[in-house]
């Protein structure tokens, strides 16, 4: 029987709206709940300290690392099954967005110093051979030709635009970022080498890329054109599959009252849920290990081996760490245990999993057991940190839980309280930044599957402004993929080198020595 609140929220819908919640496989509670968001907020998170080495990041000595990778080898040769999970959901358009500014802008040359510097360096694009014979194509001019006679312009929209290479549109995993003596490489492609060389597993690279609907047949296309080079070259087969952002992951965006926002033609607007709404796409994943790291942090083979290092590494580290965990779980479930096993247990997951709460020392033999038990029996991850050099983003932070505990978490500048001066000073000082380098166990002791959707905090959305054909409106955010939505999780921070972490999130960043290097 609905309750009340559910009898309103039914009342409040048309048939048409019905209509699209079913086909979307969104429950009315599931549209109350979210309504609810609006109204009520999320608080923000409870700060003990920002993560630095040796309280919350730990740094892995240099003859501690060769024991760790020679583990992970072991793991894989044992055939255990691991994935290489890439989002790479939407188009380019944002690391255009100053070339798209230049197209609607007034001046025809180029004025201000990103205009300047993408044209003064068009040459060291990867993209640049294929744009040239876009412009001979459209224009009869070669780029030299055109920007001689100052149609600059012209040479922008033969490359964002749909009658060009259709770049502003196009998924970021398919521009062209490198250039090697063979040819260029798409960021996908350069994850496919990446695949081969840290996560292959009896001969066999399984990788996993969330994709756009729209761009899903340009993904399978460039795959199927390519896999088997790289197959020859790196003596790998792979296993590469597919999958999209749910359409009951999205959310519904609200006016300023927190009434549903509607379109000019009556129906309710449902957006995207953000990145967290993939933890759905990761649960549905049969793997014992899963690699998370985004399709546009890549670098060429120049500078791949420090990446693919440290992959191992900590990689090695989450089989070091898990391993322990299941001894225990194991001896837990038994029963068989003393005092003194319950006080090893505890040490470990204080010191080792940063995983604290004052009280515990105190706890019964059988209540310790079973807060060990409980706080143990979780997916675990291993997260990269860099040191901060001023990149957009997250961070890591030893936060309060509810339980009066502490965790290691990934946070966002949206989840800190912008009134609480001694957060922001947190939060602007850290000395670590989140680069998205994850490695994640993602089965229990008896090798069955977590189900990952009961480990997210769902006190963890936010809520941000957006606008609709000129009309203000409010959107949600789920909890984040590796903030919020692996929330309870147990989380271990490692500081790696700063270039294992080469972003491009402007057409510019290509332009760093990082991606020209190849």
Known sequence: MLSDKNQNISCMLTLEDKKLLDEKGINESTLEKQLNCFKQGFPYIRLEDAATIGHGITVVEGDEQEPLTTLWQKYLDQGHSVVKFVPASGAASRMFKDLFAFLEASYEEPTTAFEQRFFESIRSFAFYDELNETCKRND???IDELLK???????????LLPQGMNYGQLPKGLLLFHRYAEGTRTPMEEHLVE????????????LHFTVSHEHLDFFK?????????????????YEISFSEQ????????????NTPFRNDDGSLLFRPGGHGALIENVNEIDADVLFIKTIDNVSPDALKSTTILWKKIIAGLLVKLQTKAFDYLRLLETKCYSSEDLKEM?????????????????FTDEALAAYLQEKLNRPMRVCGMVRNSGEPGGGPFVTIAADGGISLQILESSQIDKNNAADIALFKNGTHFNPVDLVCGLKDFHGNRFDLRQYVDETTGFISAKSKNGRELKALELPGLWNGAMSNWNTVFVEVPAVTFNPVKTVNDLLRKEHQES
């Open 140 to 142: 009869a001019l070669g």
């Open 149 to 159: 006679q100052g149609h600059y312009k012209a040479v922008i929209r033969n490359l």
């Open 195 to 206: 695949g081969a060389l840290y996560a292959s597993a009896k001969g066999k690279a399984k």
């Open 221 to 237: 296309h460039k795959v199927a054109d390519k896999v088997a080079l790289f197959e020859n070259r790196y003596g790998q087969k």
């Open 246 to 257: 749910k359409a009951s992951t999205d959310t519904v965006a609200v006016n300023a009252d």
């Open 346 to 362: 505890l040490n470990f997951l204080e010191r080792d999993l940063y995983c604290k709460k004052a009280e515990a020392a105190s």
